[in-house]
């Protein structure tokens, strides 16, 4: 069975960074594409960044050029490094994977397998 634990949120101040990781267990974790979501209080999950198990990247345009999605094999790890972070980054911060192929990776409902969130703030 496969697990999903992300670690890594907190409060920082506006302009800060912070690196969430996701830890993935029970599987094969390079045969996986995988992506990060997040869910403000009383607004919908949205799209953050996913990697494809080919290594291929996307970004939502609200996130583009600040955060910066990568994986590592070896550690069954993946993260999310986030730099220039404003309060409207403030979320709780979910990692999601699926062994599926061609499938769309910015649509949650695509993804069967979910972490427990980990909270990020960010205060102005």
């Known amino acids: 069975q496969v697990q999903l634990v992300e670690s890594g949120g907190g409060l920082v101040q506006a302009g800060g960074s912070l690196r969430l990781s996701c830890v993935v267990s029970g599987g094969t974790f390079a045969s996986y594409s995988m992506a990060w979501f997040r869910q403000a209080p009383g607004k919908e999950r949205e799209f953050v960044a996913n990697?494809?198990?080919?290594?291929?990247?996307n970004y939502a345009d609200s996130v583009k050029g600040r955060f910066t999605i990568s994986k590592d094999n070896d550690k069954n790890t993946m993260y999310l490094q986030m730099s220039s972070l404003k309060p409207e980054d403030t979320a709780n911060y979910y990692c999601a994977t699926t062994a599926a192929g061609s499938i769309d990776l910015t649509k949650s409902d695509n993804f069967p397998i979910w972490g427990q969130g980990t909270q990020v703030t960010v205060s102005s």
């Open positions: 990697i494809r198990r080919s290594g291929y990247r």
